[in-house]
């Protein structure tokens, strides 16, 4: 119905839960975009669902790199891109 949990506001870094799926405006240097929070604290752990690969972000420097929430820790992603 239009509400979309991928909007973002590039002002505020939204609440973050583990599990959420993440989508950075640069893609991995293995091509995937999307990343899953695996830590949460001062910095952002992020793993890289296509390559596993874990990273820790600050907080400040994700907020610049992320572009959307794909998808909330716990909800089923009903919709098709
Ligand atoms: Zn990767």
Known sequence: MGLSVGW????VLPE????????????HP????EWR???LGADIGLEC???????LLERRV?????????????????SNE
């Open 49 to 55: 669902l296509s390559c596993g690969r874990r990273v």
């Open 62 to 78: 994700l907020k610049n790199r992320m572009k959307t929430i794909v998808r909330k820790a716990g909800e089923i992603d009903a």
């Open 8 to 11: 973002y506001n590039p002002n």
């Open 30 to 33: 293995c091509g995937g975009y």
């Open 37 to 39: 929070v695996v830590r």
């Open 16 to 27: 973050l839960d583990l599990g959420d799926i993440l989508r950075l405006r640069k893609p």
